[in-house]
């Protein structure tokens, strides 16, 4: 294999090796001598001020060092303020610990410090806690009710985000239109449920004044300036280290509280600390996502087409701000219109903090924007008694559209949304389809076939973070550097949770280089190697990532050739290549070895630098930071059929298909691992997973026999086709993927449920699709 042929092959991922033998090393195989074991205290109420804390009986037991309250704490470290410029976001502020009331079921109010887990377990259940229990606002509605509690005296009504916005004159048009549509959606609340749950280990060395911190993190770099700036440390003073990552799906890029705590007390008791948290902990109180409310209005004409969009929407953010609470819920509005050409659009926004636990980033946090507009699409033909797919033609943008940029100000640009919709009907078979679910419907048997167009926003760049007003950047850096001996090594910033980065990185730099896949190792996860980069989220693995060290390795070759001219007495390089190590020379339109190999040309660079070109200074290395374009958009086309059983309620999926056009695809089979993998997260949230709340705000799904996710027996058979139209945006081709998988599923599967259920006359408007409310809804009708 040519190395100039090396992106786009489907290497067999590197480190699974490491794993599949066992000899992955992940938070809990890491031994640290002497390390003390945190277990934290926690609400058992939703909403209630803490009186008093008594841990007299908890400190009597043999092996126990401290316990800990918000009050020790908050001399330790400073508060977090979520304070960002944006109009209509209300600053919130937090204490590593609470210091007067709590506001979660689940809430840490203390931690014990001990010799081991077992016995800070033991002495956490002697704390005495003396609360007196406050109204709960669990819900949106609650919480923006007049008379409400309030969970802080600074958010007047709880409401801590009110952003709108209009172009067109929508609401003009809505009023005087003859047909308006409107339609509901209402996603429930779900957790991230990674298989290896959040920890971190903590050592300070009181010798050096510095602290080593070991945790999954998927952004270690701003991990570590938030984690620096909040023990009152310079970010010399802190060092992060990742070992390798069981999933983390968003939940693993904040610094949270139990982890700030650990790395306070640490220094505070100059011993290493480590914490690991379990299954309970995990679904209690790390961070949720998802709850939220839309209904659209659509002013349309006869024959579907959308003349004016309206979108309101009301998110149940939980308790804390981690994040601005405005973010997730602002890109689903600004991209709502997706891959259709709608030139009246405005919406209405509202945040509420509630006494739950708090929301942030999860796989496609935009995640209903699809659901949301292409069951606008439905609910247009249902009302005109129109074919979707026609519904969909007469709105879909074309080439002659693009770039086109929305109401917004979103510009999409390298799209094919038409193209992914006629492959994906092709192969779906739509007509056929049409004709199979006439002859079931005449013997009882409803099927449904769900179609969901997809526009996925990936790798934000600056530019978006500096117009959201949201701190912070949208760049990513590497570095490749070649050895004296000629070994290749490159780093970047982000850090993977089992994204297959050692091997698709490689493959980028051998190929940007002229080296074998083979020869170049991957460093991540290590602030004190790895550049300061923005990490792993938003889909910009590829993208951002693979950009930055394809720049890196493009300039380390130039140099290199540059070098291997001089050697090889030449006036210049343009007749020379790498390939697989070796410099090549061009003569009479045939490539030609020289003899000179990557490795006699660093051993030049390095050890005899007398014999460098003028002007070039010894070493073969370059750095390298690239920030994306303000937004990169990838799209897809998603198909899928259920079997409804009436009686029941079950739903059984039994094929999705999805045409996909992410760019230039790096490596097809990890490519397509997370397509799957992203269709199953969508597929398992919209058909079993929920966190559930009582009225009171007490969570009902404390285990994972509470709170279902889809296992191989769930999962259907998956037909991935990628069309690979480039980015001409990126250096490296590439658009983006892993989160659009989760946003065609959802509304692919609900709207082939609703496919199903139409001869019933009943439209499912909110998620889980379970067998309970889908039965609820036949109730009466079969």
Request: glycine share 8%; proline share 5%; net charge negative.
């Amino acid at each position: 294999m040519s190395s100039a042929e090396i992106i786009g092959k489907p290497l067999l991922r590197r480190e699974d090796r490491r794993l599949l033998v066992g000899q992955g090393r992940y938070l809990d195989d890491l031994a640290v001598p002497g390390a003390l074991h945190v277990c934290f205290v926690r609400s058992p109420y939703a909403h209630a001020r803490i009186v008093s804390i008594d841990a007299s009986a908890a400190v009597e037991i043999e092996g126990v060092v401290g316990v800990f309250t918000g009050v020790e704490l908050a001399e330790w470290t400073t508060p977090l303020r979520m304070a960002p410029a944006i109009e209509g976001l209300l600053p919130v502020e937090s204490t590593a610990l609470p210091l007067d009331k709590v506001l979660f079921i689940g809430d840490p109010v203390a931690c014990v410090v001990a010799r081991d887990r077992y016995i800070a377990e033991d002495a956490a259940a002697l704390v005495e806690v003396d609360y007196e229990a406050l109204e709960a606002a669990a819900s949106f509605d609650a919480a923006v009710a007049d008379g409400a509690p309030l969970l802080y005296d600074d958010v007047p009504g709880n409401l801590v985000s009110h952003q709108a916005f209009s172009s067109g004159a929508p609401e003009n048009i809505l009023d005087t239109a003859e047909i308006v549509v409107e339609a509901a959606f209402h996603q429930h609340r779900v957790t991230h449920a990674p298989m290896e749950t959040r920890g971190c280990i903590a050592e300070w060395d009181e010798g050096q004044q510095r602290l080593t911190f070991r945790l999954g993190s998927q952004a270690p770099h701003p991990l570590r300036s938030q984690l620096a700036r909040r023990l009152m440390l310079e970010e010399s003073q802190v060092r992060i280290i990742c070992p390798d990552i069981g999933g983390a799906f968003g939940q693993k890029i904040a610094l949270l509280r139990e982890e700030l705590v650990v790395a306070a007390l640490s220094r505070h008791l100059r011993r290493p600390v480590r914490w690991l948290e379990d299954r309970m902990e995990n679904l209690l109180a790390a961070v949720h996502a998802r709850q939220e409310s839309c209904r659209t209005r659509a002013a349309v004409s006869p024959d579907g087409r959308i003349l004016a969009l309206t979108l309101s929407m009301d998110v149940d953010f939980g308790a804390y701000c981690f994040y601005p609470a405005n973010y997730m819920a602002r890109v689903v509005a600004m991209i709502l219109t997706g891959p259709y050409r709608i030139s009246s659009y405005g919406y209405d926004v509202k945040v509420a903090l509630t006494n739950k636990c708090g929301s942030g980033p999860m796989r496609a946090p935009m995640a209903i924007a699809s659901w949301v507009m292409e069951g606008t699409i439905e609910a247009i033909a249902r009302r005109l008694g129109l074919d979707p797919v026609a519904v969909r033609r007469v709105n879909l943008l074309r080439d002659a559209d693009l770039p086109y940029a929305m109401q917004t100000g979103e510009v999409a640009g390298d799209i094919t949304p038409a193209q992914c919709l006629d492959r994906l009907l092709a192969d779906a078979e739509y007509d056929a389809f049409r004709k199979r679910q006439a002859e079931d419907r005449e013997r009882g048997v409803y099927r449904g076939l769900g179609l969901c167009s997809v526009v996925e926003p990936s790798t934000y760049g600056s530019a978006f973070y500096k117009a959201a007003a949201i701190p912070g950047s949208g760049h990513e850096a590497g570095w490749v550097k070649v050895e004296p001996s000629g070994a290749v090594n490159a780093s970047v910033g982000l850090m993977g949770s089992g994204h297959g980065y050692e091997t698709v990185f490689a493959q980028v730099v051998a190929e940007g280089l002229g080296v074998d896949a083979e020869t170049v190792r991957i460093h991540m996860g290590d602030t004190d190697v790895a550049p300061y980069g923005m990490g792993t989220r938003g889909a910009r693995g590829a993208t951002a990532g693979g950009s930055v060290l394809l720049l890196a390795a493009q300039a380390v070759r130039r140099k290199a050739l540059t070098i291997a001219a001089s050697m090889l007495n030449l006036n210049t390089a343009d007749e020379l290549q790498l390939q697989a190590g070796r410099v090549q020379r061009r003569l009479a339109d045939q490539w030609s070895d020289t003899g000179v190999t990557l490795a006699s040309i660093a051993h030049v660079a390095y050890l005899d630098p007398l014999r460098l070109p003028e002007g070039l200074e010894p070493g073969l290395e370059a750095h390298r930071a690239y920030d994306p374009p303000p937004m990169t958009y990838s799209n897809a086309a998603h198909a899928c059929e259920v079997l409804v059983d009436v009686r029941t309620g079950k739903v059984t999926v039994e094929r999705h298909t999805v045409v996909e056009d992410c760019g230039r695809v790096l490596n097809p089979m990890i490519v397509e691992g997370q397509q799957h993998g992203a269709i199953a997260m969508g597929l398992s949230g919209a058909l079993l997973e929920e966190v559930v709340y009582d009225e009171d705000g007490q969570n009902l799904t404390g285990s994972f026999a509470d709170y279902s996710i889809a296992t191989a027996v769930e999962i259907p058979p998956m037909r991935v086709i990628n069309l690979g139209k480039p980015s001409s945006s990126t250096p490296i081709g590439s658009k983006g993927m892993s989160e659009g998988g989760v946003m065609g599923a959802i509304g692919a599967v609900t709207n082939a449920v609703n496919d199903a259920l139409a001869p019933f006359g009943v439209v499912a408007e909110r998620l889980p699709l379970s067998p309970q409310y889908l039965r609820s809804l036949l109730r009466g009708k079969t």
